[in-house]
């Protein structure tokens, strides 16, 4: 079967730095994508990896390796603001989005 | 505001209503999608339409119905729903065709719906 596994909660303090890991098992990859979602609103789009290494998007990064299966989202210089879900999918052979459960993020001043 | 719009925003129903679901996106986008989303759970896709014409029917029960009258609106009707169906409905949209970077979804902020 296909599975995303990401941690359920994480805490973390304003202004340090977090890393929410994601491995996958699919039939296929063709993309990794990374969603915010606060509470009570949309999921918005963070970014996309489709090739190996690191993408930094201002305090936000997102790392991938193809051959672990694996991926991450760096958050640096937290913000109270940063408190959310974050959702990792993955694209599989058939361009079918396999969502993970979501991390759910919790910021502390 | 992402451009996707649903109502109602929260919606309460006993197990013998009839009530519907409604998304707009305002995107020019040419694929919808309906998601349910339960605590703890991945995102389930139920529903995909692309040009108007469904593509996806993930093993949905019956008692959702969609309906995509033209790419910018789309509805859920809901029928007879048992407890367990409570849940965020999360209505989407992209460009249509593969997704990629630059063809992401684009979410609405879903509909609360807790049957009775």
């Known amino acids: 079967g296909q599975n995303i596994d990401q941690p359920t909660e994480m805490t973390a303090t304003e202004g340090a730095i977090v890393q929410i890991n994601c491995t996958y098992q699919?039939?296929?990859?063709?993309?990794l994508f990374w969603y915010q979602q606060h509470a009570g609103e949309a999921p918005t789009f963070l970014s996309y990896?489709?090739l190996d290494g690191l993408e930094e998007k201002g305090r936000f990064s997102s790392f991938l390796s193809r051959s672990k299966g694996y991926s991450y989202l760096l958050l640096k210089e937290l913000q109270m603001k940063d408190s959310a879900s974050y959702l990792c999918?993955?694209?599989?052979?058939?361009?079918?989005?396999?969502w993970g459960a979501g991390t759910k993020l919790i910021i502390k001043p | 505001e992402t451009g996707v719009t649903q109502t109602p925003r929260h919606l309460v129903m006993g197990m013998t209503n009839k009530k519907s679901l409604k998304c707009e996106q305002h995107?020019?986008?040419?694929?919808m999608y309906w998601y349910k989303q339960s605590a703890k759970k991945p995102l389930e896709l139920m529903f995909v339409?692309?040009?108007?014409?469904?593509?996806e029917n993930n093993s949905v029960p019956s008692r959702f119905s969609p309906e995509c009258p033209n790419s910018s609106h789309l509805f859920l009707h809901l029928h007879t729903l048992q407890p367990e169906d409570s849940a965020l409905y999360l209505c989407?949209?992209?460009?249509?065709?593969?997704?990629?970077?630059?063809?992401?979804?684009?979410f609405g902020e879903g509909s609360w719906l807790t049957v009775v």
């Open positions: 989407a949209s992209s460009q249509g065709g593969l997704p990629s970077s630059g063809n992401t979804i684009y």
């Open positions: 995107l020019g986008h040419n694929a």
């Open positions: 339409y692309n040009f108007k014409e469904q593509t």
């Open positions: 699919t039939s296929g990859f063709n993309g």
């Open positions: 990896n489709v």
């Open positions: 999918a993955v694209l599989d052979s058939n361009y079918q989005l396999i």
